[in-house]
DNA sequence: TAATTACAGACAACAAGAGTCTTTAATATC
DNA sequence: GATATTAAAGACTCTTGTTGTCTGTAATTA
């Protein structure tokens, strides 16, 4: 039971967005330079934040991607759950079995970790240092 | 990102021992009944659950399995490290990114759900109704 | 028109989970 | 001691999902 690298990536790349001047866009080349990505696996990924709404995209020459809304509404758990998808963490395998209190106490426990991570946002990493991007002194 | 069926079916199990009356034992057999699964199967999860000391077994005729401690010794966490190790739920994929604060974030989340499933007690759930164990009327 | 960029989809490689089958060892009963 | 019952160990297969690549198309700028 982990996250997929495909959420770690994007939590990684939401915070180079987060960090990006207001107005300015970022091109995929970029983005996947800083973890060493291919940029069509990137794609993929960014594809999806886009989808969700959580960012813009622009096709072209100069074209690229940014932040869609402001900073402070961005949370871990928007990111995590554009990539993961919703399925519950725990669904009981047992036949006819309704109302399930194994199923019920794993339930509590998932709604209150997306509770907390619903809580913390991006921004709030993305500020302190620490979180190099990749690329030191190019 | 999910529990595997295996942790699904020792929590399930384990409520079955608890349920059992002091110093019986119970088969593989009937224990996998209850569930619908093929008990070779199931034999796998119970072998993890005994070296880690949960619960007790004996070969041989007359044989199976017994909880090795008190009921209200075991948590839902207990069960649920055995079954899928100890890994973390998130791990950076960034190299050489010591420190990385969204990992830190998210080991936060773990830790505080991880705290939250040590604190609930099989032995809770087992007393109450509803939980079935497949086989009604038999 | 040419270059740059996002988007879509097919495809392959790999890993992990789920589950079966076979064999061996230990215990009880007769 | 022989037989039945049970746990344990390991090899093996099947399926599924993740990870990632490759190719082609559409949109925008210059």
Known sequence: MKYSNATNYALHTMVQLIRL???ASIGVQELAKAQQLS???LSKILTKLTK???IESTPGAKGGYRLARGERDISFF???QTIEGES???D???HR???CLIEKVMRDAEANMKKELQEQLLVDIAEQAGQHQGGDGK
């Open 78 to 80: 928007d990111v995590i």
């Open 21 to 23: 001047p207001r107005d």
């Open 52 to 54: 969700a709404g959580l």
């Open 92 to 94: 009981c395998t047992l």
């Open 88 to 90: 519950h963490l725990f």
């Open 97 to 99: 079995h309704e109302g």
């Open 39 to 41: 940029p069509t696996y």
